[in-house]
């Protein structure tokens, strides 16, 4: 069910993407309440709209939401449990680092347990490159489950990325180096979903 819903919001995603060329609109969605499939319908189409003018840094400049549906996806096909929390967090996990969308505007929208999960996978972007780097390293550890899960499925898709769609200004060393600082925080994460890591392991295998 939760597989069919990501399907079918990816195209409304794409129809968003469509009617929204070059707006930036910031909607007022009113609180997400309800069924979880209700709340992340909405974030699907929120996400598609703060992220409606970015792309991935590959070669084939992949729609931004591409990740975002990828990642959520990943969550929802490895676990047994339907989380929508998760799978809504999954979908925002990007939106409050990369749009002008605030963890204040995550919280109002879609609740505090979204909001908790976004902010754990959220960098401080006002400290340097090398700095957040090595912070997701020392933090990965202490996150809660569903955070570990997200970081996992985050670099997953990532490291697919750099297979499928390098970025063309990427060495080989720059990718083997991407891949080590992934591993190294995933290893913070491991224990949780066996079926999520295998697939990471798979996708480190394939970018090495
Ligand atoms: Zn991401």
Same mark, same amino acid.
């Given at each position: 069910m939760?597989?069919?819903?990501?399907?079918?919001?990816?195209?409304?995603?794409v129809r968003s993407l469509e009617n929204l060329r070059g707006k930036q609109t910031l909607t007022a969605l009113p609180r997400a309440n309800g069924?979880? /499939? @209700?709340?992340l319908a909405k974030a699907l +189409?929120?996400?598609?709209?703060?992220?409606? =003018?970015?792309?991935?840094?590959?070669a084939l400049g992949e729609p931004y939401i591409n990740h975002l549906c990828e990642?959520?996806?990943?969550?929802?096909?490895?676990s047994d449990q339907e989380d929508a929390d998760l799978l809504s967090a999954a979908? /925002? @996990?990007?939106?409050?680092?990369?749009? +002008?969308?605030?963890?204040?505007?995550?919280? =109002?929208?879609f609740g505090p347990e979204v909001a908790r999960i976004v902010a754990e996978v959220t960098d401080d972007t006002s400290l340097p490159r090398s700095i957040r780097k090595a912070r997701q390293?020392?933090?990965a550890p202490t996150l809660s489950q569903q955070g570990r899960m997200l970081k996992i499925a985050d670099k997953t898709s990532n490291l697919r990325a750099i297979v499928a769609s390098p970025p063309e200004d990427w060495s080989d060393d720059r990718k083997r180096e991407y891949v080590r600082w992934a591993e190294e925080v995933v290893?913070?994460?491991?224990?949780?979903?066996?079926?999520?890591?295998?697939?990471?392991?798979?996708?480190?295998?394939?970018?090495?």
């Open positions: 939760l597989q069919f819903l990501v399907e079918t919001c990816l195209c409304e995603a069924s979880g /499939l @209700h709340q +189409d929120y996400a598609a709209r703060q992220h409606v =003018a970015q792309r991935r840094k590959g990642v959520a996806a990943l969550l929802a096909e490895t979908v /925002l @996990h990007d939106v409050v680092e990369d749009t +002008d969308a605030t963890m204040e505007d995550v919280r =109002a929208l390293i020392e933090k290893a913070g994460c491991r224990g949780l979903n066996h079926r999520l890591e295998a697939e990471f392991d798979t996708a480190a295998a394939e970018a090495k």
